[in-house]
């Protein structure tokens, strides 16, 4: 269709409550060939330990992150003019009640991306769904991690199970997907129901920040270690939205009262950007318990800011 306005012709640039919502209105792509950054909905909450609901978390983070434009004020970063990025769609488990069976069928959907040379960007889903993405990422060497949760997620057997998502990275440790001595945790808080909960965390080398420290040191120096820590090689983020306070992201499974701010997380993920980085994930939004929308657009607003990281790096190494 032609258009009286040309500037219309790019989808992107049309008002945003127009189209099709995919991810940051992105073109849809049904194959990865010729992409460089997936964008992926993975909605599956078959790992969750408390209140279900993200598996509905990609459709309404597709739909809140049409308020997202196509420039970074902070940063001037576009990432469309970085790389070719895509919305592919959902990588779903066909049977899912089957919590191993359904990991394994998201691992083999993530190995086709990443064998396509993609870097995938991906909404969960609970987190249970990392430790399938871990395993394609780190199928060739075991990589560092930024972890912005409000949990370590390094626990074990629970309800006789150890593939919930209170576990993945631990798991993925375990397997030699992920390397622990470069793996950084932030904004870790809350209840336990032993104290030595997330001991796998601290025996295997990982770096904790917890949100006490966090508070002291302030959200550079937080980010920064991690960064050190991460270093050259390899490298993922997973941001779980349940890190921010339940003031900013009321719709999540496991809530803990006293987090990050947006501003906060925001400023952390900008400074990503010259890492190796080979994937990212933001998952947990619970749309059921979401009625206003917030946690979808905080955590659409946080995949924006992780796009434009990623499509750095990409931009990085292509040199
Ligand atoms: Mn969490
Ligand atoms: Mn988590």
Redesign the pocket.
Known sequence: MDHELPEYADPKQRPRYLGLATFMRADYAETPDGIEIGMIGVPYDGGVTNRPGARHGPREVRNQSSLMRTVNQATGVCPYDLARIADLGDIFAERPFALEGAHERIGRGFMDVVDAGVVPLTCGGD?SITLPILRAVGKGAPVGLVHI???A?TGGDYSGSRFHHGAPFRVAAEEGVLDPRRCCQIGIRGTLYTPDMWEFSHTSGMRVIPIEEFEDIGWRAAINEAKRIAGDGPTYVSF?I?ALDPAFAPGTG?PEAGGLTMREALRMIRELHDLNLVGADMV?VSPPFDPSGVTALNGATIMFELLCVLAQAVALRRG
Do not use: F, W
């Open positions: 987190h949760d409000a949990h997620d779980d349940d496991t947990e």
